[in-house]
Nanobody, 125 residues
Framework: QVQLVESGGGLVQAGGSLRLSCAAS????????MAWFRQAPGKEREFVAA????????HYADSVKGRFSISRDNAKNAVNLQMISLKSEDTAVYYC??????????????????WGQGTQVTVSS
């Protein structure tokens, strides 16, 4: 089985930066498509960013494109999400997710088999 543990969440001011990390065990991040999703109170869980297995191709939601960057740290078997220019709309619980590279639908939460418990990101305005 795969276990994912997020860290790095917290309270930041609008315009600030934050870096989230997802430590994986049971499967290498290089052989997994890894993604970040987020869920704000009362809203649906939404796709944020993904990095494909092997190739490392990156995908971003339009709402975060140019502000967020997903990266893979193979040595630490972790995936990071660097967030800059944070907005109040970014406030949510952020979840790390992983899946085998069997589907090209990286933005769909139901495609992912493994999930972390989430880390809270709060952006004050």
């Amino acid at each position: 089985q795969v276990q994912l543990v997020e860290s790095g969440g917290g309270l930041v001011q609008a315009g600030g930066s934050l870096r989230l990390s997802c430590a994986a065990s049971g499967r290498t991040v290089s052989s997994s498509t890894m993604a970040w999703f987020r869920q704000a109170p009362g809203k649906e869980r939404e796709f944020v960013a993904a990095i494909r297995a092997w190739s490392g191709d990156r995908h971003y939601a339009d709402s975060v494109k140019g502000r967020f960057s997903i990266s893979r740290d193979n040595a630490k078997n972790a995936v990071n999400l660097q967030m800059i220019s944070l907005k109040s709309e970014d406030t949510a619980v952020y979840y790390c997710a992983a899946k085998p590279p069997l589907s090209s639908m990286v933005t769909m939460s139901r495609e992912y088999d493994y999930w972390g418990q989430g880390t809270q990101v709060t952006v004050s305005s």
